[in-house]
Nanobody, 122 residues
């Protein structure tokens, strides 16, 4: 089970940190990802991290502004979002994959959270 938190309303240029708490003893071995879905748009990849944090990947739209991290001892993955823009407004989902290193494709992920709303006002 994955549970996201930390979403909210923020002004453009502001910051938010999302958290995704996972249950299950295998979490530390799973690659994790964050995706987002804006109204009327398809779900899109944001960022991903390998189980041991050696590898990360970012969408071009967030590179340099967002940072993914994880704490396997706490079964939690984080998404630090800085310099937020109105176009970052979306529901943000965390996801876990049972296999592989890191994935950009949503189809590679096996478990999903319920999502948390992020709204950036201009």
């Amino acid at each position: 089970q994955l549970v996201e938190s930390g979403g909210g309303l923020v002004q453009a240029g502001g910051s938010l940190r999302l958290s995704c708490a996972a249950s299950g003893r295998l979490f530390s071995s799973y690659p994790m990802g964050w995706f987002r879905q804006a109204p009327g748009k398809e779900r899109e990849f944001v960022t991903a991290i390998s189980w041991n944090t050696d590898s990360t990947a970012y969408a071009d739209s967030v590179k340099g502004r967002f940072t993914i991290s994880r704490d396997n001892a706490k079964n939690t993955v984080y998404l630090q979002m800085n310099s937020l823009k109105p176009e970052d407004t979306a529901v943000y989902y965390c996801a876990a994959a049972r296999y592989g290193s890191i994935w950009r494709a949503s189809a590679k992920y096996d478990y999903w959270g319920q999502g948390t709303q992020v709204t950036v006002s201009s």
